[in-house]
């Protein structure tokens, strides 16, 4: 769905779409999305921007942080942002104030593809360090295996981890 940036006539018109995982390629190889997604909202188009707001559900599988299992969940969230094209910028308007606490991006089209700002806000809401459990023991460092399922018997050598992360930079 391609959404007009230059309309500012004041109209609202409502969606109900569903995305397949195909057109919403995540670009991060920490996430990815396992079935349609739903997102249903309206586009409002203001004088010098448009706002889009937008209920998103989405069916995600996510790779646990400490040991890279793969964690299938729903994410459900809502978003509003709004957005304004290079022709509006130009206007040299005072958009921000009456924006109010929104952020405005600026398009460098006259149009912007629905799914677009879709995948761009379920990467924004993914978890900044998801946990396949709250107590996930993660990977042995040294034989590499899942601890959560085996446990082994090397030899894990008490260091700190901010330690480990600086012997790591040489
Ligand atoms: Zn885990
Ligand atoms: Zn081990």
Redesign the pocket.
Known sequence: MKIDLNRSDGSRTTFDVSVEPSDIELETDLARVKDDISAKGAVSSEDHYTVIEAEIVAPLEID?S??L?RIPSVHEFVFKSAFASAEQLNEEVEVELDLQDLELSFAEDDEIDLRDVIREQIVLNLPARP???ED?K?LCEVCGGNL?KVSCDCKQEETDPRWAALKNLK
């Open positions: 646990c400490r040991c299992e946990l396949c459990r996930c993660g959560n």
